[in-house]
């Protein structure tokens, strides 16, 4: 794909920034590897990936750790950098952890795990990120710097197709134990994430889906683009699922808050 541009947020801020959502193509951790490719998503951001209004927002609501950000930096030099989490978006699940007071999650896609980290730093002690991936190479990278930040206990990383290890939860009894999932993983599967989250999520707890506008493809997806019809599918059951409330989101690539009834 394209290069994204970058903005000066301060100016090493923005790299990551710039790379709105998080986008793995079909395939990349539902349990084929491939290695030598990078699948991203052209960023799609309501108010746009470069305009001053971006900026502004950046300049004036961003707090990020010095770890998150070295970590970032690191991505953001990776072939694959453009696929990283924004920060803002980021940011934003780490405060919803916060106000609901999780303690345990889930996330569907960890990358270089920015994200990871990123929930990790705001969990109390004795909490937990169950991390799926299925890519330990990239993992790599984030690792050091979990452990540098001090927080490399709470994260329980799992590398194997995520399926597998939602259904190892539940059948260790954990069932309605989770206080957040954050799921960003191949998008034709992620009906089944988000069925099986539902049930590991407690009532009141949340699910945040990645990337649900699908660089706008959703508005009209083409007939041999599986990808674009799984994510119109969902967000349309979304809106109908009568054991969530939802927020969607015109947050990088398309953000929807479920919240568990």
């Not at 303690?103 to 960890?110: L, T």
């Not at 109390?124 to 050091?144: R, S, T």
């Not at 049930?199 to 649900?212: E, F, S």
């Amino acid at each position: 794909g394209p290069k994204m541009p970058l903005f000066s947020v301060p100016k090493e801020v923005a790299v990551g920034t710039a790379m709105l959502g998080v986008a793995f193509a079909t395939g990349m951790l539902a349990g084929r590897r491939y290695p030598s490719l990078c699948f991203g998503t052209p960023r799609s951001s309501i108010i746009g990936k470069s305009s001053a209004l971006q900026q502004y927002i950046l300049d004036h609501s961003l707090r990020e750790h010095p770890v998150l950000k070295k970590l970032r930096l690191l991505t953001a030099d990776h072939p694959c950098g453009r696929m990283m989490v924004s920060c803002d978006q980021a940011q934003l699940m780490a405060n919803l952890v916060k106000l609901i007071k999780a303690k345990k999650v889930i996330e569907i896609g960890v990358f270089t795990g920015y994200n990871t980290l990123n929930m990790a730093l705001v969990l109390p002690d004795n909490g937990k990120v169950v991390a799926c991936d299925i890519n330990e190479d990239y993992v790599k990278i984030g690792k050091p710097l979990w452990k540098e930040a001090g927080v490399e206990h709470k994260i329980d990383l799992r590398i194997k197709p995520a399926i597998h290890t939602l259904d190892d939860l539940l059948a260790s009894g954990e069932a309605e134990t989770f206080d957040f999932a954050f799921i960003d993983a191949d998008k034709e599967t992620y009906n089944e994430y988000y069925e099986k989250c539902l049930r590991l999520i407690r009532k009141g707890g949340i699910i945040a889906i990645d990337n649900v506008f699908w660089s706008g493809k959703v508005l009209k997806p083409g007939r041999n683009d599986l990808t674009a019809q799984s994510m119109h599918r969902l967000n349309e059951k979304l809106l109908r699922d009568a054991r969530i409330s939802i927020s969607m989101l015109p947050m990088g690539d398309g953000l929807t808050l479920a919240f568990k009834l």
